[in-house]
């Protein structure tokens, strides 16, 4: 009787074991399929990654980034050669300090637009070649008569050019802010239009008693 009982209690043991045993198997099953799920077992990542379809792109930029610092460049070129002419050609100090300004503010520019468009493979205009279409552009005959002015005749001329130029230039930096696609180019333009007003403001001020 008592024999009995030993063998009930150590079926009842083995089967206890047995169910443990299955329990535990099962539950490291579970924790090996949730490894292969998120990447060996280790912590998951709820961030949203690039998919193989998409294109990760630091530069974008389109036709009218090109088309603005293009004509920028050529633009910026025209402003710089005639800032430099007032050297030797007028004694005006004021006329003398915003040609000064406007070649400080437009050399850093032309080397980054310049920059820009060797970045995006493309040519920036030659130095020198003679660009039509441009708004704000100097024809070349009246940069020609700049050139052989001197004193208030040099003056009134510089300024009226000089304005014009920089009309040109806020209207290019509006065109830019409204459909560009590189965020350099737009910040750049938008500096632009700030600091063009200011001057063109400045020469129209200039121009008042000159002309």
């Excluded at 079926?11 to 443990?20: E, I």
């Excluded at 806020?170 to 802010?177: H, K, L, N």
Aim: proline letters at 5%.
């Amino acid at each position: 009787m008592y024999r009995g009982r030993r063998i009930l209690l150590r079926a009842a043991q083995q089967f206890v074991c047995g169910a443990v045993l299955v329990i535990v198997t099962g539950l490291a099953l579970t924790g090996c399929g949730s490894g292969d799920d998120g990447g060996g077992g280790g912590p998951t990542n709820s961030s949203p990654q690039p998919g193989a379809g998409d294109v990760v792109q630091d530069d974008v930029h389109n036709g009218q980034d090109v088309a603005f610092a293009g004509s920028m460049i050529a633009h910026h070129r025209q402003g710089i050669e005639i800032a430099r002419l007032a050297t030797g050609r007028t004694r005006n100090e004021k006329v003398l300090a915003i040609a000064k300004q406007i070649e400080d503010e437009q050399t850093p520019e032309l080397t980054e637009m310049t920059g820009w468009m060797t970045e995006w493979g493309k040519p920036p205009p030659a130095s020198g070649a003679t660009i039509t279409g441009i708004t704000g552009l100097v024809p070349p005959a009246d940069l020609a008569r700049l050139r052989a002015a001197k004193d208030t005749a040099f003056d009134r001329a510089f300024l009226t050019l000089m304005i014009s130029h920089h009309e040109g230039g806020v209207s290019q930096s509006r065109d830019e802010q409204r459909t560009g696609a590189d965020e350099r180019a737009r910040g750049l333009a938008e500096d632009m239009a700030g600091s063009e007003q200011e001057r063109l403001t400045e020469l129209n001020a200039l121009a008042q008693p000159a002309r």
